[in-house]
């Protein structure tokens, strides 16, 4: 089992910036990829970003040269730096690990941005 706990989020103007964090404990282990997804009012879950264990990240178009994902030096805690935000990235954002085929999530933190 792997529990993940999100924090660092709030409510920030538009084009300020907001990092979070996520610690994961349990079974680390063969932790394969960590990544950010989002569900904002209304819509789906959709992937934010990702990294995996050797480092490749993938983002999605959204928020390509705006987000920036990163993993701690203990590869258990990932990060997301949120830079140039907007309305638009308003959701709960979670935080996820694949493990041995298995998913797992974060309870999330809400981000709103909003003048």
């Known amino acids: 089992q792997v529990q993940l706990v999100e924090s660092g989020g709030g409510l920030v103007q538009p084009g300020e910036s907001l990092r979070l964090s996520c610690a994961a404990s349990?079974?680390?282990?063969?932790?394969?990829?960590m990544a950010w997804y989002r569900q904002a009012p209304g819509k789906q879950r959709e992937l934010v970003a990702g990294i995996t264990s050797d480092g490749s990240t993938n983002y999605a178009d959204s928020v390509k040269g705006r987000f920036t994902i990163s993993r701690g030096d203990a590869k258990n805690t990932v990060y997301l730096q949120m830079n140039s935000l907007k309305p638009d990235d308003t959701a709960i954002y979670y935080c996820n690990c694949l493990r041995q085929g298995l998913n797992y999530w974060g309870k999330g933190t809400l981000v709103t941005v909003s003048s």
């Open positions: 349990g079974s680390i282990a063969r932790i394969y990829i």
